[in-house]
């Protein structure tokens, strides 16, 4: 059960962080993406209803498909090619949220309020169970 929980936590961090603001840099590391959510996140958990939950967990395996095809894309293409499959891959990475139901705004900040919110955690674990 604790490694689902870990495992969603990592899924869905990841995937929030493939959506972090163009202008911060791999050097920024994630605290840089974490206190700037920190500071803006005006959400608390009560304010997330279970539909959200399941779209945050179909959206956050969807973006992780997105990644994986487009890194490899990215990885073979010419220098010339790889800024445009970027901005190909974060249009995708959007069309899936808005499919969703979110915004890449919501999105992140219901990833950040999963770190720090256990109970919220474990909500998503009880919908992602009910959705198997």
Do not use: C, K
């Not at 791999?26 to 920190?38: S, T």
């Not at 608390?44 to 973006?63: P, T, V």
């Amino acid at each position: 059960m604790q490694s689902s929980i870990r495992y969603l936590a990592t899924l869905i961090a990841l995937a929030a962080l493939a959506l972090a603001p163009s202008f911060a840099t791999a050097d920024d590391g994630p605290d840089l993406y974490e206190n700037e959510v920190a500071d803006s996140t005006e959400l608390s958990a009560d304010d997330i209803d279970d539909d959200q939950l399941a779209g945050l967990y179909i959206a956050a395996n969807n973006i992780q498909e997105v990644r994986a095809e487009y890194a490899a894309l990215i990885q073979e293409a010419d220098e010339s090619q790889r800024m445009d499959l970027r901005q190909q891959a974060n249009e995708e990475m959007r069309r899936v949220l808005v499919d969703a139901d979110l915004d890449p705004d919501l999105y992140r900040e219901i990833a950040y309020l999963l770190q720090q919110d256990e109970d919220l955690m474990q909500r998503l674990n009880a919908v992602v169970a009910s959705m198997r």
